[in-house]
């Protein structure tokens, strides 16, 4: 795999996270809106850790599930260059974000297995990104399980596309030679707890993910 693969580190809650990542080389910095996860950022933090993240890496704001509401304002006040859709919203609804509020629309899909691939396709035209992830399990997303890579490979893929789950500094580089993902996501494989990021393998991540 070439230099060029992209690096989102997700579900970032402190300032030293945040500039961790950006000097280890990450292209997409995670913010979650969302309470259920340990991950989950008020509105007011959010906005906080946006403005540590430099033109030259992007916001991704994580909603799941999120009200007209909840989505408008998030939106509005946190001013992602990116927004992560990472429930069960419609390709109509995707589309909708995409065309009236001029963000980046990326949709995460738990891949269960190759019906899943072709479902994905009612979301072409309607989205910037898939993020393949291991599926649902009580939280959408951060539960720390790899799926079956081999469902990708050979895939031909008429978005751009990123890989997620269970991804570690471990397993990264491995996932990004089976699959040839563009872009790797990681959350809880950098962390040492639940939600609290242990900035030595956000380095370690990004390093390995460079050098696959």
């Given at each position: 795999?070439?230099?060029?693969?992209?690096?989102?580190?997700?579900g970032?809650?402190?300032?030293?996270?945040?500039?961790?990542?950006?000097?280890?080389?990450?292209?997409?910095?995670?913010?979650?809106?969302?309470?259920?996860?340990?991950?989950?950022?008020?509105?007011?933090d959010?906005?906080?850790?946006?403005?540590?993240?430099?033109?030259?890496?992007?916001?991704?704001?994580?909603?799941?599930?999120?009200?007209?509401?909840?989505?408008?304002?998030?939106?509005?006040?946190?001013?992602?260059?990116?927004?992560?859709?990472?429930?069960?919203?419609?390709?109509?609804?995707?589309?909708?974000?995409?065309?009236?509020?001029?963000?980046?629309?990326?949709?995460?899909?738990?891949?269960?297995?190759?019906?899943?691939?072709?479902?994905?396709?009612?979301?072409?035209?309607?989205?910037?990104?898939?993020?393949?992830?291991?599926?649902a399990?009580?939280?959408?997303?951060?539960?720390?399980?790899?799926?079956?890579?081999?469902?990708?490979?050979?895939?031909?893929?008429?978005?751009?596309?990123?890989l997620?789950?269970?991804?570690?500094p471990?397993?990264?580089?491995?996932?990004?030679?089976?699959?040839?993902?563009?872009?790797?996501?990681?959350?809880?494989?950098?962390?040492s707890?639940?939600?609290?990021?242990?900035?030595?393998?956000?380095?370690?991540?990004?390093?390995?993910?460079?050098?696959?």
């Amino acid at each position: 795999m070439s230099q060029d693969t992209q690096i989102k580190i997700c579900g970032l809650s402190t300032p030293e996270a945040v500039e961790t990542a950006v000097a280890s080389g990450a292209t997409h910095i995670g913010l979650i809106h969302f309470e259920p996860s340990p991950r989950h950022l008020s509105i007011r933090d959010a906005i906080k850790l946006r403005e540590l993240i430099p033109s030259t890496v992007k916001a991704v704001l994580l909603l799941v599930n999120a009200d007209v509401k909840v989505t408008g304002t998030a939106i509005a006040e946190i001013k992602p260059d990116v927004v992560q859709f990472h429930g069960r919203e419609t390709p109509e609804w995707t589309g909708l974000i995409r065309e009236k509020l001029g963000v980046e629309v990326w949709k995460a899909l738990g891949l269960k297995d190759a019906g899943t691939l072709e479902r994905a396709q009612k979301y072409v035209g309607k989205i910037d990104r898939f993020l393949f992830d291991a599926p649902a399990k009580a939280l959408p997303g951060g539960n720390g399980e790899t799926f079956r890579w081999d469902l990708l490979q050979g895939h031909e893929h008429e978005v751009p596309w990123g890989l997620a789950g269970g991804l570690t500094p471990d397993n990264v580089a491995e996932a990004i030679q089976a699959t040839g993902a563009e872009l790797v996501d990681t959350s809880s494989g950098v962390e040492s707890a639940p939600g609290v990021k242990d900035m030595d393998k956000i380095a370690a991540f990004c390093e390995a993910a460079r050098n696959a």
